[in-house]
């Protein structure tokens, strides 16, 4: 039931743009995004409500395609402090399940 | 400020020994959880606790163990059953899911990284 992440990693220069997708085997009703740091604790960005509804921190845009049981995030014009592992997280029982990750590497 | 404080930092153990990673909030949370991290790999759940003298096995319970006997405090014993300890570990708190109907954010420390000798 762990959600997938696709791609495994990206390389991207500054201000050029990057999509991670997080896809389900299952009905989702909510989908986290988490960054990670190298050597941090993972931070928060964003949840994706069915509905539509969303609650997040930072100027990052998401998608959560319900039938798909998929969501996608969206990195624009990229930034260094972009850098680290992107971790979704999807329901499970009573719990979070978080995807493999994406590593993010922004280079000047 | 509010937060979750996790130590220590960096901790080692020799083979054979037990050894307890403390993690406490003062956010008023309910909810608590431990994962497991191994370098490049995600995030699995070891325990959570939604409730105060209450907790369940995650996914890879086996050689953990885990208290609740506090709101504020849910310490982690890693003990000589677990095969394979070396990672770094990170504790998580978020408001209860059962109250809130949804999955709410979880609120990371900053982490233990166990090393066994």
């Known amino acids: 039931q762990q959600p997938v992440q696709s791609p495994q990693a990206v390389i991207l220069r500054e201000g050029e743009d990057a999509v991670i997708n997080c896809s389900s085997s299952?009905?989702?009703?909510?989908v986290h995004w988490y960054r990670q740091k190298h050597g941090e604790a993972p931070v928060f960005l964003m949840i994706l409500l069915k509905g539509g509804e969303q609650k997040g921190h930072e100027k990052i845009s998401a998608s959560f395609n319900e039938k798909k049981q998929q969501s996608s995030l969206y990195l624009t014009a990229s930034q260094l402090s972009y850098s680290g592992t992107y971790f979704c997280g999807t329901e499970g029982t009573d719990k979070l399940i978080f995807g493999t990750g994406t590593r993010l590497q922004v280079f000047p | 400020d509010g937060g979750i404080t996790q130590s220590p930092k960096y901790l080692f153990r020799k083979e054979g020994q037990n050894v307890t990673l403390s993690c406490e909030q003062n956010l008023n949370h309910d909810a608590m959880y431990w994962y497991r991290q191994d370098p490049g790999q995600g995030l699995r759940l070891i325990y959570y606790s939604q409730i105060v003298n209450d907790f369940q096995k995650g996914d890879i319970a086996e050689g953990y163990s885990v208290s609740r006997e506090k709101k504020e405090s849910f310490p982690l014993t890693v003990t000589s059953a677990q095969k394979n300890p070396t990672a770094f570990y990170l504790c998580?708190?978020?408001?209860?899911?059962?109250?809130?109907?949804?999955?709410?954010?979880?609120?990371f420390g900053p982490g233990t990284r166990l090393t066994v000798l």
């Open positions: 998580a708190s978020s408001i209860s899911e059962l109250l809130a109907g949804v999955y709410n954010e979880q609120f």
């Open positions: 299952k009905a989702l009703y909510s």
